[in-house]
């Protein structure tokens, strides 16, 4: 019975501990994590042993509308937004494109943060088109990348590093076609930070406020 007691006595102690040295997470100055395709927000404290497996958007490797190649290596240690479009786009995407070139304005002199672009129909956006399109929206290539590559990588890389592709969510069809109206903003960890309506200029002030909490992470 004694030796019980002492068992039950050393668990509880154990979860004292435990509970003390995972420091709770200020959830009104720390922004959360995102780590599956339904965007279910996670505050997870440094000390916490889920910290580890936290999502990080996969290897990847496109080309640019300068003709460059554009990796993770282009965005380490950097804050970034990213979107899908393609450049033949009548709806959502010239939107997507203002709203997109407003953060670029007001991030323009900050080397911390960048903007990404992927195109969902990398057949017909050639590099050429990309530089095109760029001029017409008065894209900096030096802080946007408008990206082209192979189709499959992208929508992989749509699908399962960024979950920005609401239907499959529910369809699993990997041969529907990609178009999202999401920004999705991406830590210097290469960690979903937040999501937003890309077509919506008041999201704007959501994605500045939220990117600069983020600037102050270590």
């Known amino acids: 019975m004694m030796k019980n007691k002492r068992y039950i006595l050393l668990a509880a102690l154990l979860t004292v501990f435990a509970c003390k040295t995972e420091k709770k997470v200020d959830k009104e100055t720390t922004l959360p994590f995102f780590n599956s395709a339904n965007f279910t927000p996670e505050w997870i404290a440094e000390s916490s042993s889920k910290y580890k497996d936290i999502h990080t958007i996969p290897e990847f490797k496109f080309t640019n509308q300068k003709g460059e190649t554009v990796s993770n290596e282009t965005y380490k240690n950097k804050i970034y937004v990213a ?70 990588e992208i929508y992989n890389i749509a699908r399962k590093g960024y979950f920005a592709d609401e239907d499959f969510v529910k369809t699993q069809d990997e041969s529907a076609f990609i178009h999202t109206e999401n920004f999705i903003l991406i830590d210097k960890k290469g960690r979903i930070r937040g999501v937003y309506n890309g077509t919506l200029a008041i999201e704007k002030d959501r994605i500045l406020r939220h990117i600069q909490l983020l600037k102050k992470e270590v």
């Open 83 to 152: 979107d899908f479009f393609f450049t033949s786009c009548p709806g959502i995407c010239p939107r997507l494109a203002k709203n997109m070139g407003a953060l670029q304005e007001t991030f323009k002199d900050d080397k911390d943060v960048l903007l990404l672009s992927h195109s969902v129909t990398p057949v017909k956006d050639s590099v050429s088109v990309l530089k095109t399109y760029g001029i017409e929206n008065n894209v900096n290539p030096n802080k946007w990348n408008l990206v082209t590559g192979d189709k499959n």
